[in-house]
T-cell receptor, first 114, second 117 residues
Framework: AQSVTQLDSQVPVFEEAPVELRCNYS??????LFWYVQYPNQGLQLLLK??????LVKGINGFEAEFNKSQTSFHLRKPSVHISDTAEYFC????????????FGTGTRLLVSP | DAGVIQSPRHEVTEMGQEVTLRCKPI?????LFWYRQTMMRGLELLIY????????DSGMPEDRFSAKMPNASFSTLKIQPSEPRDSAVYFC???????????????FGPGTRLLVL
């Protein structure tokens, strides 16, 4: 079974600083990887996803993530964060084909301060 | 499009009462997911439906929980009887047809915040 680990429960950062949110996965088969964001009092929305091809994936709001198969990682990055990026970020993994479910990590709370 | 609609947005009830949460998926979507989010356990998948049929209910905590999807535009999650440990935010999400990874974008509703006293 696949699983996702987000080691950092909270990441404080100053506005305009770069940020990296870490995600590692475990699976014995090929996987597809996702980052979702949850703003306060809202549901989750998709930031980006890796399906195949280029290992560098660009998403909405200036975020990007890099798939690293050898390190089984899919870290999320942004070169310069804004106050409005304050939210909870979830990494998720899904196996191959068919009606496979998403397995979410425990989330990382990004706190951007002025 | 109105997105995924959930009702009620907030529910406060007493232990032992029946609670019914409702979800209307995005029109045209044929997969529907119920999640529960708590501080202790994070985001957990409870059950998901495809074409109104439950495909995986292994996340349903116990017999007190039941979910139905009588048609493509409506689903309910029922807790009977409710307990304080059921307090959580319950999300509904839907997904477009296909089942393949290209369609793997789940659209979440705003959630129902449940408090069982």
């Amino acid at each position: 079974a696949q699983s996702v680990t987000q080691l950092d429960s909270q990441v404080p950062v100053f506005e305009e600083a770069p940020v990296e949110l870490r995600c590692n996965y475990s699976s014995s088969v090929s996987v597809y990887l996702f980052w979702y964001v949850q703003y306060p009092n809202q549901g989750l929305q998709l930031l980006l996803k890796y399906l195949s091809g280029s290992t560098l994936v660009k998403g909405i709001n200036g975020f990007e993530a890099e798939f690293n198969k050898s390190q089984t990682s899919f870290h999320l990055r942004k070169p310069s964060v804004h106050i409005s990026d304050t939210a909870e970020y979830f990494c998720a993994v899904r196996r191959g084909t068919g009606f496979q479910k998403l397995v979410f990590g425990t989330g990382t709370r990004l706190l951007v301060s002025p | 499009d109105a997105g995924v609609i959930q009702s009620p947005r907030h529910e406060v009830t007493e232990m032992g009462q029946e609670v019914t949460l409702r979800c209307k998926p995005i029109s045209g979507h044929n997969s529907l997911f119920w999640y529960r989010q708590t501080m202790m356990r994070g985001l957990e998948l409870l059950i998901y439906f495809n074409n109104n049929v439950p495909i995986d209910d292994s996340g349903m905590p116990e017999d007190r929980f039941s979910a139905k999807m009588p048609n493509a535009s409506f689903s309910t999650l029922k807790i009977q009887p409710s307990e304080p440990r059921d307090s959580a935010v319950y999300f509904c999400a839907s997904r477009a047809p296909g089942g393949g990874v290209q369609q793997e974008t789940q659209y979440f509703g705003p959630g129902t915040r449940l408090l069982v006293l």
